[in-house]
């Protein structure tokens, strides 16, 4: 069985930064997609930033240009870097990994604040 580990979320004032990590509790082999969603109090799940395997990169419209997903698929591991952070980022941000055969992981939650 294998468990996402996600650390690295807190408390931020506007402007600041974080660093989000995930790691996959063991080795984890043909990965399709490693991705970060989050969740506002009263709002539904969205997707943040996603890396498929191969590279190939996507951000939604609302962190472009401020947040930078990167990761390792043969590792299991995936790193969200947060920058210029405002109020509206505020959420519980979870990291997500995709196998091929419908199999999906999900971290436990990891809560960002960005608040003066």
């Known amino acids: 069985q294998v468990q996402l580990v996600e650390s690295g979320g807190g408390l931020v004032q506007p402007g600041g930064s974080l660093r989000l990590s995930c790691a996959a509790s063991?080795?984890?082999?043909?990965?399709?997609?490693m991705g970060w969603y989050r969740q506002a109090p009263g709002k539904q799940r969205e997707l943040v930033a996603s890396?498929?395997?191969?590279?190939?990169?996507m951000y939604a419209d609302p962190v472009k240009g401020r947040f930078t997903i990167a990761g390792d698929n043969a590792k299991g591991t995936v790193y969200l870097q947060m920058n210029s952070l405002k109020p509206e980022d505020t959420a519980v941000y979870y990291c997500?990994?995709?196998?091929?055969?419908?199999?999906?992981?999900w971290g436990q939650g990891t809560q960002v604040t960005v608040s003066s």
């Open positions: 997500n990994v995709q196998l091929p055969g419908g199999v999906t992981y």
């Open positions: 063991r080795s984890i082999f043909s990965i399709n997609i």
């Open positions: 890396i498929r395997s191969g590279g190939s990169l």
